[in-house]
């Protein structure tokens, strides 16, 4: 994942550098907050396991979104060895993204790097999630949790026991990340390296969508991906 060959590397401008204790964002007591909500917070807290990566925008919508997904390839790619190693599960790293872009949320900068993040990398165990800057944010149960300080994507490996549950829109994904296994392969092997082929790619993963709502989500909207 070679920065210096993209075109838009620069869009997002390195603040803080993989550290589970940034200076650049005040996260402590959300941190202790999410414990309640993920049994698997407070272990790896404890053991130095969690950790931000803290970028600013410094570009466009569309810079911005490229540079966001190979921020959560490099993430992932870095995590991928470390799976499997004592407590490797519960390792975490977290990509946050500060600044604006104009006329544009963080749902929908996050939006489409999440959703090509999480196709690609499911079948290898790697979950991606994400979360918006104070916004608020349920369960499926419908608990609320608290309100995230800063945008950022969460990249973990996958509990294959619980993690498929969370992906109900995407059965395939559920299925593949039930039994995935990493087997060191190149993600990108055969997938094209720029960010508007990948996220071409991307789409024919999306969720079909009801008739009844068509008119709503299929506006090319940035946020369409869906769980």
């Keep these: 994942m070679d920065g210096a060959s993209r075109p838009t590397a620069g869009a997002l401008r ?39 990566t803290v970028y600013r925008a410094n570009g466009s919508a569309d810079a911005v979104e490229a540079e966001l997904f190979h921020a959560g390839a490099q993430a992932a790619e870095w995590l991928r060895p470390l799976v499997h190693r004592p407590h490797g599960f519960l390792r975490c790293e977290n990509v946050v993204i500060l600044g604006e872009v104009l006329g544009v949320r963080h749902r929908d900068l996050l939006a ?48 294959r026991r619980r993690d498929p549950r969370f992906l109900h829109a995407t059965p395939d994904l559920a299925t593949a990340l039930a039994v995935a296994d990493d087997d060191g392969r190149n993600i990108f092997e055969h997938l094209p ?15 079909s969508v009801k008739p009844s709502t068509a008119s709503r989500t299929t506006s090319a909207s940035p946020s369409r991906p869906g769980s």
């Design 14 to 52: 390195l603040v803080e550098a993989s550290t589970t204790r940034p200076d650049s964002i005040d996260i402590a007591g959300y941190v202790e907050q999410m414990t309640a909500h993920c049994p698997y917070l407070s272990p790896s807290v404890e053991r130095g396991l969690t950790t931000w």
């Design 112 to 159: 489409w790097p999440h959703w090509a993040l999480k196709n690609l990398y499911g079948p290898v165990g790697i979950m991606f999630g994400k979360f918006y800057a104070g916004e608020e944010e349920a369960t499926r149960a419908g608990e609320r949790i608290p309100v995230a300080p800063v945008s950022f994507l969460p990249v973990r490996a996958a509990i």
């Design 193 to 207: 390296y720029d960010w508007t082929e990948i996220r071409t790619w991307a789409k024919r993963f999306l969720p």
